[in-house]
């Protein structure tokens, strides 16, 4: 090969495109707006029930954080959120204590629970100015990690009130799912078997803001 061959062949390498791309082997991120959540305890609230024929139990927590990146034109996105496992309240001092000791989350060994998905818009109400936003993705408790499917609603907050709520434009999502705690390695003791489900019932009510939080 001549070397001005060599230099037209080199050049048109060059030119052309990659066979893996510069994305290979890596996950795309999601591109559009980013809202990040837990900036504000009052509109941040995440509850888990567990009922029983003779006991129910009501938890709660005011604080998380996390972001969510929601492309409106494609209607995709991402998400990803952590919860303290010491923020969890069940209105009894004793029982929170039990909930995060080795038996149930082991708060020492895995202080955060943790969810990330992927997400599609699949309906938008024009009258309400709802959206449903599939999500599909994986949350951690305990160090385990399963699959989690569900739907959000997502309703974006007109900038005059959003501007009651503080810095930003604002959304509101509401979702709810179930957890079989044995999935994740929490075992009910039998004496507590008759007033602890193995099945509990959580439900996110929480806001986003575009405006990244403040830092200390």
């Known amino acids: ?19 893996t791309g510069p994305a290979a082997g890596q996950e795309e991120k999601a591109t559009g707006t980013t809202y990040h959540f837990g900036v504000s305890p009052s509109r941040t609230t995440l509850l888990f029930e567990s009922e029983t024929s003779v006991e129910t139990i009501h938890g709660v927590t005011h604080t998380m954080s996390g972001a969510a990146v929601l ?37 020492a060994k895995h202080p955060e629970i943790s969810f990330k998905a992927a997400l599609k818009r699949s309906k938008v109400d024009e009258a309400t100015k709802k959206e449903t936003w599939g999500y599909d993705g994986e949350i951690t408790i305990k160090g385990v990690t399963k699959a989690l499917k569900g739907d959000a609603t997502v309703q974006r907050i007109p900038d005059d009130l959003g501007k009651k709520l503080g810095r930003g434009s604002w959304i509101k999502v509401k979702t709810d799912f179930p957890i079989t705690i044995k999935e994740f390695g929490i075992e009910v003791p039998e004496v507590a078997a008759a007033k602890v489900s193995p099945t509990w019932d959580v439900r996110v009510d929480i806001f986003g803001t575009t405006a990244a939080p403040e830092k200390e």
Request: no cysteine; net charge negative.
């Open 1 to 19: 090969m001549t070397r001005r061959a060599a230099v037209l062949l080199a050049a048109v390498l060059a030119a052309a495109p990659s066979a």
């Open 71 to 107: 492309d409106g034109e494609k209607g995709t996105g991402s998400v990803e959120f952590k919860v303290p496992v010491k923020s969890l309240e069940t209105g009894i001092s004793l029982r929170d204590e039990h909930l995060r000791s080795e038996d149930w989350l082991h708060e």
